[in-house]
T-cell receptor, first 115, second 112 residues
Framework: DVKVTQSSRYLVKRTGEKVFLECVQD?????MFWYRQDPGLGLRLIYF???????EKGDIPEGYSVSREKKERFSLILESASTNQTSMYLC??????????????FGNGTRLTVT | KNEVEQSPQNLTAQEGEFITINCSYS?????LHWLQQHPGGGIVSLFM???GKKKHGRLIATINIQEKHSSLHITASHPRDSAVYIC??????????????FGEGTQLTVNP
């Protein structure tokens, strides 16, 4: 079974802190994704990566950056955390793009609170 | 812009009932996903389909491309089916295949 592991389930940070969310997958997937999930808004794509060192902005990249130095690891960085970034963050991976019938494998999510 | 609408938003059923969750979308699609999210946050992929019907255990997913509509059915529902069910679609014009549009989800509660 594919395993996608997010480093923290719950995280509390202060406004202005730099925050790192880590995600590791063990199935040699090319594609990795970061989403945030908010009530009433569904899942929204922040960034995705289709190869090592390759990244593309999703629908809501402002205030975030990403890093993919190794194929198995995709990090989401909040450069200066703000209260409107309080959310559930979900990492996912897939062999091909999910729009081409490749299933997404999700981590358990990180619930981030910025105070 | 693709829009994905799910109905109902909330659904409460008694154990054993047949359940249907609906998903409508507005553009031509390359793929449709049904996902399940349990309390605590983890999401599991249930189905991917671009035509016809798929079955896995007590779950059945159907799609009507002409009507831009998909349904997820659960037969003989059980309290362990209680979860949020999410529909997501890939736009056929989105060449990378990396972007999905997600519905807001349907909260299902099955009472014993």
């Amino acid at each position: 079974d594919v395993k996608v592991t997010q480093s923290s389930r719950y995280l509390v940070k202060r406004t202005g802190e730099k925050v790192f969310l880590e995600c590791v997958q063990d199935m040699d997937h090319e594609n990795m994704f970061w989403y945030r999930q908010d009530p009433g808004l569904g899942l929204r794509l922040i960034y995705f990566s289709y190869d090592v060192k390759m990244k593309e902005k999703g629908d809501i990249p402002e205030g975030y950056s990403v890093s993919r130095e190794k194929k198995e690891r995709f990090s989401l960085i909040l450069e200066s955390a703000s209260t409107n970034q309080t959310s559930m963050y979900l990492c996912a991976s897939s062999t091909y793009g999910p729009g081409w019938n490749s299933p997404l494998h999700f981590g358990n999510g990180t619930r981030l609170t910025v105070t | 812009k693709n829009e994905v609408e799910q109905s109902p938003q909330n659904l409460t059923a008694q154990e054993g009932e047949f359940i249907t969750i609906n998903c409508s979308y507005s553009v031509g699609i390359s793929a449709l996903h049904w996902l399940q999210q349990h309390p605590g946050g983890g999401i599991v992929s249930l189905f991917m389909l671009s035509s016809g019907k798929k079955k896995h255990g007590r779950l059945i997913a159907t799609i009507n491309i002409q009507e831009k509509h998909s349904s997820l059915h659960i037969t003989a529902s059980h309290p362990r089916d209680s979860a949020v069910y999410i529909c997501a679609v890939g736009d056929e014009k989105e060449t990378s295949g990396s972007r999905l549009t997600f519905g807001e989800g349907t909260q299902l509660t099955v009472n014993p």
